[in-house]
């Protein structure tokens, strides 16, 4: 599986983007596509994401209300809209994918073991 993230840049604190993750080498329906962010100094932590299965999006507190996931099967891609972003929400985002993840597991960092490059989020105050 390969992933390739794009769309981050450099914004000011309540501006928006929007995050894509491109999924090639697998079956896209099968995968679980979702979003973590490493700030400097700060472990990996969990974003966003929706599990394969479908449901209710998953979101980290930080983000609730702010930021939405969704997937665009035909594309192959997942997208994760921020808006009204901040300056703590600086950071390198990747996306990550398991065909194999269950929905309790969703949050792990060590649960996905395929990880896009990561696209640089930067939003100054």
């Known amino acids: 599986v390969q992933l390739q993230a794009s769309g981050g840049g450099l914004v000011q604190t309540g501006d928006s983007l929007r995050l894509s993750c491109v999924a090639s080498?697998?079956?896209?329906?099968?995968?679980?596509v979702v979003w973590f962010r490493q700030a400097p100094g700060k472990e990996r932590e969990f974003v966003g994401g929706?599990?394969?299965?479908?449901?209710?999006?998953n979101y980290a507190d930080s983000v609730k209300g702010r930021f939405a996931v969704s997937r665009d099967n035909a594309k192959n891609t997942v997208y994760l809209q921020m808006n009204g972003l901040r300056p703590e929400d600086t950071a390198v985002y990747y996306c990550?994918?398991?065909?194999?993840?269950?929905?309790?597991?969703?949050?792990?960092?060590?649960?996905?073991?395929?990880w896009g490059q990561g696209t640089q989020v930067t939003v100054s105050s």
């Open positions: 990550a994918a398991s065909a194999t993840i269950i929905l309790s597991s969703l949050r792990r960092p060590s649960s996905y073991a395929y």
């Open positions: 080498g697998h079956t896209f329906r099968a995968l679980t």
């Open positions: 929706i599990h394969r299965n479908g449901g209710t999006p």
